[in-house]
């Protein structure tokens, strides 16, 4: 017969393209058709005959209003097309001898028809049945035990199309994605004369087609075991209509002007929507319930477990014309298979498969022979084959049962079926001229095979009648090599290399992709030279698809090498005689140690108890390394360490930390500790700390010193002092032989304490000085003592001075309680601010303060005191911190602190005149730190008090104060105009006359 128009010749075809909707849109207008060109592929079936018409009773036995059914689960196997082998399904078929298959039969049933359906359980674990879609068929739990049966009954009240599947069991879920679904059909009665999917009119029809929607992913069903695999690893790779993909699916046999009805059955676990391109489909019915009239629709969405029923009319005209049918949601391909352009270079293109067929209007012939010959017992050897080798192509061909007609010829394609039939690779050894040839072949050379890919590629073959019809094509798979086996997981070791040594070369060859054996394998060094004139490598496993390869690089090719980046090549050998392209990996030669960038010794200077800010019990040793090979080519740093004055064996010292938690960078930072018990054993002086770093390749570098000091004898002080007008210059020199001096200080009387003593103010960094007030008339000794930069404090040095003309009244620092009167919770305690030295605590807003009654009707009084507001903070209220007072302890002259938000801490004095009015001078502002403070008042006509802040003029208050006189001092907390937070210390008080 003549080649059919439309998708089965080799031509190409125009056709229009319908936009596929999304689901919310499918029932819409269909939109404006697209003309487009598509690449024919022809069916492996030949033509399917007359019209389908309805279906046929099938899977159950009716008598009268009863259907029994047998389903039997078990054990199949699903051929693919571009699959290197069967994959493992479970399926049902409808007698114990049948093979399993996916869907399962189709069950036709009349509608009331009570329906009885035993299912057979072949697998290994309980297994149960459900129809998702059908009134009274509970869900059951338990199933069939393995080996056993289990019989469900249901009447089939309501027409349509149903999901059969495995039930509610443990396991159902995995057992559906197995394979075990179905499609039942419950037909209606006739409407008008013709059969009808509901019984009423809008849904008559001619023919009928079940269309059983599924996906397949070969590593899950080829799993060890499915029931445990992890499903979000479930990526399937075919999809399939009725058990087939594209092209190995059946056409839906139709005619022009003919109505099909299309029961859909989605049976797998994703969304598959469904176009037909060039007619509509009239949604008739969803999930077996009618729909209230017929819906039109481009393309119809068919989530998972659901089904419909779509009647799609055919038009007038021509017979021939072929309608696709597909899914318009996915790629249409199976596993990605590739065809097309052949070359070497050429990238292939994708192959039409999957969810794809053809509603076909081809008629029946009349008479004649207008199909051609069938092909079989495809083979193809060798496989696998190197491109070196031709490979020979084996075929039977037939036409008796198609025809009767002589067979002139046989051709084969390769990969891409839309090439121009009669332009194969012809056959060129058989009985051709009989109906009948056995054992025809035909070659394909090294040329054909040097313009294909490595890989798998399909030879499609097919054969020519004498009556000018060309056959249905049946295939075979070769697994060609062109460029041999593949070398994996290359190893050198060690890398770095840093000695003279041999290095370990270790790799997997691996020819399993393409289906030979792994026959040797050779390195070569920087330079990959002819095939076969490297050094060998000895295979663990030689002759098998997969062998581990290792060997040898001698010492003293590696003593020759340079150092720098340098590449070992290592390629495979395979049993079809290509060695495959070369693995490399570098190797870094790597002779010279690491080098010091930075270090140093934290204190620099330690009296053997002080240890670093970050770790006051150990020295720490900061030090960088860097490693650079010649040429540029850096190598890491594999560890450190370090050695006190001596330097030990390499490897023998205390070790370093890298800061980044791990070695291995061409440049680390690190650290080490050295507790400062290990220095007892040393001597007073300087000393190093030894370090060096070893890197990867194992080269020590160089031992580099960082110095440090342990000097635990304190500065030695001579010191002087001058007296004039009843103030004492203390004069001190330190000189220390180690270290360099950090302060000094003073004391008169009892020893405070190392550091607790009066501070001396630095004038050069060997002097220091002191100016002491208000001492009494006299001999005065002086201690002076000076602490080094090493912690460590010297003996003491004195100095005696003879004080004439004192006015001193009362000097108090607060080591003793010598103050005549104090009132409310008076609290002493070391102060920073002075050094540590006790000092007044002042707090709150109570009064807490002490007094001095020694003044004696005094007309003039000086005051000094030392003063640090802290945290003291009164938000904005006025407090007296001193008070000089009349016989009848009213103040006449004070000092008041506050401390404001915009202004910070402030002092201010002032003087109550004559006329018993309060005079203020201006506030001033006061440091938080400890600050000298001054006032002097005088009782006269035209008195005053002026206030000093370190020296400073701070201000003054005037007034007649003729009439005023002191008879004591308070200081302290004595008045509060609010609440206050926080604390200040007052310090060192001294009155004179």
Not at 889 to 903: E, I, K
Not at 928 to 951: C, E, H, R
């Amino acid at each position: 017969m003549k080649p059919p128009s439309g998708l089965r010749g080799s031509a190409l075809v125009a056709v229009c393209l319908l936009i596929p909707l999304s689901p919310a849109a499918a029932h819409a207008a269909p939109p404006a058709r697209i003309p487009v060109t598509f690449a024919a592929a022809p069916q492996r079936l030949g033509p399917p005959g007359p019209p389908a018409g309805v279906l046929r009773q099938t899977g159950c036995t009716i008598t009268g209003s009863t259907a029994v059914c047998d389903l039997w689960a078990k054990n199949g196997q699903l051929v693919l097309p571009g699959a290197a082998a069967p994959v493992p399904i479970w399926g049902f078929a409808s007698t114990s001898d049948a093979p399993a298959g996916t869907p399962g039969p189709v069950l036709v049933v009349d509608q009331d028809d009570t329906v009885t359906v035993t299912v057979h359980n072949g697998l290994g674990t309980a297994l149960s049945l459900a129809v998702p879609a059908m009134t009274g068929l509970a869900p059951d739990h338990t199933g069939a035990a393995a080996g056993g049966s289990k019989t469900y009954t249901f009447k089939a009240g309501r027409p349509g199309t149903y999901l059969y599947e495995a039930g509610h069991t443990e396991n159902g879920a995995r057992q559906a994605m197995m394979g075990l679904t179905g499609a039942l059909v419950v037909r209606a009665p006739d409407a008008a004369g013709k059969p009808s999917a509901y019984g009423d009119a809008a849904s008559t029809y001619d023919d009928e087609a079940v269309l059983v929607l599924s996906e397949v992913d070969p590593a899950f069903n080829g799993a060890a075991d499915p029931l445990s695999t992890d499903l979000r690893t479930y990526r399937p790779k075919y999809r399939l209509i009725n058990g087939k993909a594209f092209p190995e699916t059946d056409p839906v046999a139709t005619d022009v002007g003919r109505k099909v009805l299309l029961r859909y059955v989605n049976g797998g676990v994703l969304a598959h929507p469904m176009t037909v391109l060039g007619v509509d489909q009239s949604v008739v019915g969803q999930n077996s319930r009618p729909t209230a009239y017929p819906e039109g629709a481009v393309t119809l969405p068919l989530p998972p477990g659901e089904s419909a029923d779509a009647i799609t009319a055919l038009p007038g005209g021509p017979d021939g014309r072929r309608f696709m049918l597909f899914e318009s949601g996915s790629l249409l391909n199976n596993a990605g298979q590739k065809v097309g352009p052949t070359q070497i270079g050429v990238s292939p293109q994708q192959a039409f498969g999957g969810m794809m067929t053809y509603l076909d209007t081809n008629p029946l012939p009349v008479s004649g022979d207008h199909v051609g010959p069938t092909a079989a017992k495809v083979s193809a050897a060798p496989s696998p084959v190197s491109v070196t080798t031709p490979v020979t192509v084996t075929a039977d061909f037939s036409d008796v049962a198609t025809g009767n007609s002589a067979i002139d010829r046989a051709e084969v394609v390769v990969d891409d079926l839309s090439v121009a039939e009669g332009t194969g690779i012809a056959f060129t050894a058989g009985a051709f001229g009989a109906s009948s040839v056995t054992g025809a072949t035909a070659t394909l050379g090294t040329a054909d095979l040097t313009r294909l890919s490595q890989g798998r590629h399909t030879l499609w073959v097919r054969a020519h009648d004498a009556a000018g019809n060309w056959g249905a094509v049946d295939s075979v798979t070769i697994n060609l090599s062109v460029t041999g086996a593949s070398t994996t997981g290359l190893t050198v070791s060690p890398n770095p290399v840093g000695g003279i040594v041999d290095l370990a070369v270790s790799a997997t060859g691996d020819d399993s992709a393409l289906g030979g054996t792994v026959s040797a394998a050779e390195y070569f060094v920087d330079a990959a030279g002819a095939n076969g004139s490297g050094q060998a490598l000895t295979l663990n496993a030689p002759g098998t698809a997969i062998s581990a390869e290792s060997g040898t690089v001698p010492a003293a090719v590696v003593g020759a090498l340079s150092e720098g980046r340098h590449t070992i090549l290592v390629h495979t050998l395979d049993s079809l005689g290509l060695w495959g392209p070369p693995a490399t990996i570098d190797l870094i030669v790597d002779r010279t140690g690491p080098t010091l960038l930075s270090g140093a010794v934290l204190p620099a200077t330690t009296n053997g108890t002080n240890g670093s800010p970050a770790d006051p019990t150990d020295l720490r040793i900061n030090a960088a390394f860097t490693d650079t090979t010649a040429g540029g080519v850096h190598g890491g740093i594999a560890v450190a360490e370090g050695f006190i004055d001596t330097a030990g064996a390499d490897g023998s010292g205390f070790t370093f930390v890298a800061l980044d938690g791990s070695f291995g960078q061409p440049t680390e930072n690190t650290y080490a500790l050295v507790p400062l018990s290990e220095l007892t054993r040393l001597a007073d002086g300087a000393h190093q700390i030894l370090v060096h770093s070893r890197d990867t390749a194992g080269n020590w570098g160089p031992l580099t010193g960082l110095t440090f000091t342990v000097d635990r004898t304190g500065p030695v002080v001579t010191a002087n002092a001058t007296a004039a007008a009843g103030v004492v210059t203390l004069n001190a020199t330190a000189t220390d032989a180690l270290s360099g001096i950090a302060k000094a200080e003073f004391f008169e009387g009892a020893d405070p304490g190392a550091g607790f003593a009066q501070p001396m103010t630095v004038v050069t960094p060997t002097t220091f000085r002191a100016t002491v007030a208000g001492l009494a008339n006299g001999a005065h000794t002086f201690a002076v003592r000076a602490q080094d930069a090493a912690g460590n404090w010297g003996p003491v040095g004195t100095a005696t001075v003879t004080v004439t003309g004192s006015a001193l009244i009362f000097a108090n620092n607060f080591d003793t309680g010598a103050w005549s009167q104090q009132v409310g919770t008076v609290r002493v305690a070391p102060a920073a601010a002075f050094g540590n030295s006790p000092a007044l605590t002042v707090t709150g807003r109570v009064a807490s303060y002490v007094a001095d009654n020694t003044p004696a009707n005094e007309a003039a009084l000086h005051v000094q005191f030392g003063f640090a507001a802290g945290t003291y903070n009164t938000n904005g209220a006025i407090v007296d911190i001193f008070q000089g007072r009349n016989a009848a302890g009213a103040a006449v002259v004070n000092v008041q602190y506050r401390r404001t938000a915009a202004n910070g801490s402030q002092l201010r004095t002032g003087l109550l005149n004559s006329a018993g009015t309060w005079v203020y001078s201006g506030w001033a502002a006061v440091p938080v730190t400890a600050a000298t403070v001054t006032v002097d008042w005088k009782s006269a006509t035209a008195g005053s008090a002026v206030l000093t802040i370190n020296g400073a003029a701070s201000g003054t208050a005037s007034g007649n104060t003729s009439n005023r006189k002191i008879e004591s001092a308070a200081l302290g907390v004595i008045v509060s105009t609010g609440a206050t937070t926080g604390a200040g210390a007052i310090d060192n008080y001294t009155s004179t006359r």
